[in-house]
Structures are given as C-alpha cells and as structure tokens.
C-alpha cells in the first residue's frame, strides 16, 4: 500500500511539471512568434524615422510629418 501511494505522489509530480513545462514552451513561443512579427519591418521604420529626422532638422517639417505618420500608420504599437 505504501508503494501505491509513492508511485500515486510520483505520478502527479511528474504531470505537474509535465504541466509547467508545457505552458511555459507555449508561452515562450507566442512570444517569440509575436515579437518576431513586430520585428520584421525594424530596420525600415528606422531608416525612415532617421530620414524624417533628418528632413525636420533641415526644416521640411511637413515631409518629416508625413513619414512620421506613415510609420505609426503601418505600425501603431511599435515604436524602436
């Protein structure tokens, strides 16, 4: 009876931590799957947040505010 009880005690150990580790690796995916999403235009929306920069500093505000707006346009959450 005793090692029923051991092996009762193992067995729902085991799906606990069977358990954790599932809900960690889909968790660890969605966000990995998510933030490479958001990371596929990165180094556009740089260059082109750099170029409106640029173009407001040389005083073509409203260029610049084109792009600006274009950017949170295509990408209202993300901002680098």
Do not use: V, W
């Not at 235009?41 to 792009?67: C, F, P, R, V, W």
Request: charged share 20%; glycine share 2%; aromatic share 8%.
């Amino acid at each position: 009876m005793k090692n029923l009880q051991i092996f009762k005690t193992q067995i729902s150990t085991h799906s606990s931590i069977l358990k954790n580790i599932t809900i960690l690796t889909l968790s660890l995916g969605i966000f990995l799957s998510t933030s490479s999403l958001s990371l596929a235009n990165k180094a556009e929306t740089i260059q082109l947040m750099h170029y409106a920069a640029k173009l407001s500093q040389d005083g073509k505000n409203e260029e610049a505010l084109k792009i600006f707006l274009e950017i949170t346009r295509k990408e209202p959450n993300n901002f680098y």
